[in-house]
């Protein structure tokens, strides 16, 4: 596998070695930094070691987060090889409010692209809202929120997903976690550019359409409600027309779901009746 190895100002981003082993056990049992990671604190270095092979070895945006001055990992960054590109990271507590997340995190994104990586997301923990900061930081912009049981702690927790795409489809969203998870909104307030926000996406493209009318679910209009939402209005009909023209209000379920007069009024608004 190939090793990357990049530099920021203050930074260093590579592969853990053998040597690293103790820094990062350092990093993996701290209680305090564990508070919103998706695991346990690991309690021996056994235990970090197994951890570290399962989590960590095998995936080459996985990095360990190193000052130049030293070039000892206080941290990691790592994107994930699934389809969620789903971007992550920690740091010791005494390297927190420094910078070094977001500074780390834009490097990674830059090599990413790079790479032709289409997109990256990250979630975050709603009670943890400085690391959405991080992610604002990076160019990251708030998608949406949805509520699991987290495992393998077991409790319910909200989490805010933010996503940054590279290739030009500024619509795409996401919506694996959307479309899992029953209880999912938009909150208000987190979109960028003064959007409407606060509202379940069918709600958004009731307001849009039908001036505030309530119409079924439709996952399916998602990335096109929340263009519409960030033109003027001359240039919303031609997101919605574009939404027709693809089928989106012909040919699918949750299109005749949401009835002949939601398809209508939308059509009037683009022009097409």
């Given at each position: 596998m190939e090793f990357?190895?990049?530099?920021?100002?203050?930074?260093i981003l590579?592969?853990?070695?053998?040597?690293d082993m103790e820094a990062?056990?350092?990093?993996?049992?701290?209680e305090e930094v564990n508070i919103f990671l998706p695991w346990f604190p690991v309690k021996s270095m056994e235990e970090m070691e197994q951890f570290y092979k399962q989590r960590f070895a095998d995936n080459k945006y996985c990095l360990a987060i190193?000052?130049?001055?030293?070039?000892t990992p206080i941290g990691y960054i790592k994107a994930d090889m699934d389809d969620s590109h789903d971007l992550g990271y920690a740091l010791r507590r005494e390297f927190w409010?420094?910078?070094?997340?977001a500074e780390a995190g834009k490097e990674l994104v830059r090599q990413?692209?790079?790479?032709?990586?289409?997109?990256?997301?990250?979630?975050?923990?709603?009670n943890n809202p400085r690391s959405g900061g991080v992610m604002r930081q990076i160019g990251m912009k708030y998608c949406y929120s949805y509520q699991e049981q987290w495992q393998p702690k077991d409790f319910p927790v909200t989490f805010r997903m933010?996503?940054?795409n590279f290739d030009g489809q500024e619509d795409r969203v996401y919506q694996k976690y959307w479309n899992l998870y029953e209880t999912h909104f938009v909150e208000k307030g987190l979109r960028p550019e003064g959007r409407e926000a606060g509202q379940a996406p069918a709600d958004i493209a009731a307001d849009i359409v039908m001036g505030g009318g309530r119409t079924a679910e439709g996952n399916w209009l998602l990335p096109f409600i929340l263009r519409a939402q960030e033109k003027e209005e001359s240039d919303r009909r031609k997101v919605l027309a574009e939404a027709i023209l693809r089928g989106f209000f012909c040919e699918t379920a949750s299109a005749r779901a949401a009835g002949p007069s939601l398809r209508l009024?939308?059509?009037g608004l683009a022009g097409m009746t």
């Open positions: 990357l190895r990049l530099e920021t100002d203050r930074l590579r592969k853990f070695e053998e040597r990062l056990y350092l990093l993996l049992k701290d190193c000052l130049k001055e030293d070039d409010h420094r910078g070094i997340a990413l692209k790079e790479d032709g990586i289409p997109y990256v997301t990250a979630t975050h923990d709603k933010y996503q940054l009024t939308v059509k």
